[in-house]
């Protein structure tokens, strides 16, 4: 379907990605929790941890899913990360220019749809996608000293598998419960109810 929305982000766009960013924000706090006490159940095989790691990339699709506009993943994932570095983490600022590849990785795969398909193709592209561009980030700022292909590959398909799934198909998927609830009316996801 085509998007009949013009590129220029309006007032209620700014806010409610905002708000998307500062939930996520929160949301990861509690997560790096999770992260750090499910470490050691995936002793056995480290890299398998990355299967979590898709709530971190929920931001980025979620703003481009509902918000429909150029910069919408880059925004809510970007700010999202400036709120957990504020919070406190475990790894500092670092987080802040992770979040921003994350973001880019999911505004790419909306680029490449010319900002007019948001289902659920489009939604677990920009999953995988932002899945891709946080391993990317990944093996140069975390694991540039483990082993290539014992190690990084595996971490990296599953990132991006984490991606297409959590971060994909679960923005999706909250979108669609989102949207007969009339939330989302004031969006091209309110509006295309029986498209999404």
């Known amino acids: 379907m085509k998007n009949t929305d013009s590129n220029r982000w309006r007032t209620i766009d700014v806010v409610i990605a905002s708000v998307i960013a500062v939930a996520f924000g929160v949301i990861f706090w509690a997560w790096n929790t999770v992260w750090s006490v499910t470490e050691s159940a995936f002793a056995f095989f480290p890299p398998a941890q990355t299967l979590l790691y898709g709530v971190w990339l929920m931001p980025a699709v979620l703003g481009g899913l509902i918000i429909r506009k150029p910069g919408a993943s880059i925004y809510t994932e970007l700010v999202a990360a400036i709120i957990s570095a504020l919070l406190g983490n475990a790894w500092g600022a670092t987080v802040i ?76 998927a909250l979108v669609r419960a989102l949207a007969p609830t009339g939330v989302l009316d004031r969006f091209g996801a309110g509006r295309d109810r029986a498209l999404i």
Do not use: K
């Open 97 to 172: 220019p992770q979040g921003l590849l994350q973001g880019l990785g999911a505004e790419l795969a909306f680029a490449a749809l010319r900002y007019r398909s948001f289902r659920l193709p489009a939604a677990l592209l920009a999953g995988a996608l932002t899945g891709l561009s946080a391993a990317i980030f990944d093996f140069f700022a975390w694991n540039s000293e483990t082993a290539l292909w014992s190690y990084r590959i595996p971490y990296a398909l599953l990132t991006v598998v984490s991606g297409a799934v959590l971060a994909g198909l679960g923005s999706w």
